[in-house]
């Protein structure tokens, strides 16, 4: 089984898990993908069907290895795309996203490849996530949770989660991109928003914000 549809819930099952251990539930999966429950549910049952996934009434669902494979496939071939638009046709990082939804299902393995080497075989995509290699392997950086950090770390920012284009815009208009030195100040009581200190000066982070940055750890 290898369709769109197919292709694009393997990639959300991998995206949920790429960073953190949990595996994703039905509705958490659903949320994800914009679908009603009841869509996403006869889904995983024909993805279960076709070895795909791992799942059980009520249980999360988990990828197969072929099913991982799959999924690296598709995130090999987004990431290139977006890789490819912010340097070679002047999309900015909050641009990106929509424009390769639809043309990681459109290249050949042969276009897709000729493009990344016409890159220099980028290993990760304008957001810092990692762009799987041809043969499917791939390297994560040694990474902390900006929520998660500890008063007075520092580290380089090595990933920016891609799901809110203003949030990227706002990051960048505040001087938070990839490889910027960020030190963490302080959590201000009450509303839980982050200060950190950017090359430029300090910014207050809220809450959702902080889920969706990794420094080095």
């Known amino acids: 089984m290898q369709s ?3 292709e694009d ?4 099952i991998y995206h949920h898990t790429e960073w953190q251990p949990e595996p994703v539930t039905p509705s958490q999966l659903a949320a994800r993908l914009g679908l009603a429950n009841s869509t996403v549910t006869e889904m995983v049952k024909k993805l279960a069907a076709a070895g795909l996934v791992h799942h059980r009434p009520y249980g999360a669902i988990e990828l197969t290895r072929e099913g991982a494979a799959l999924a690296v496939r598709q ?3 987004h990431r290139v795309v977006e890789t490819w638009l912010v340097e070679r ?5 909050d641009e990106v996203h929509d424009e390769a939804e639809i043309l990681e299902h459109a290249l050949s393995d042969r276009l897709l490849d000729s493009i990344a080497a016409s890159l220099g075989d980028p290993v990760r995509d304008p957001h810092g996530d990692p762009i799987p ?3 499917g392997t791939v390297t994560r950086p040694d990474a902390v949770l900006l929520a998660d950090a500890q008063l007075g770390h520092e580290g380089a920012v090595v990933r920016i989660a891609d799901d809110d ?9 505040s001087g938070v991109a990839l490889d910027a030195a960020l030190a963490v100040l302080g ?3 009450y509303s839980g928003s982050m200060q950190v200190r950017t090359a430029t000066g300090t910014v207050d982070l809220g809450p959702d914000v902080a889920q969706s940055i990794w420094l080095t750890a």
């Open 89 to 93: 046709h002047g999309y900015d990082w």
């Open 187 to 189: 959590q201000k009581p």
């Open 4 to 6: 769109t549809a197919a």
């Open 75 to 77: 995130v090999r071939r």
């Open 9 to 12: 819930y393997v990639k959300a």
């Open 165 to 173: 284009p203003a949030m990227l815009r706002f990051l960048a208009e």
């Open 133 to 135: 290699a041809r043969d």
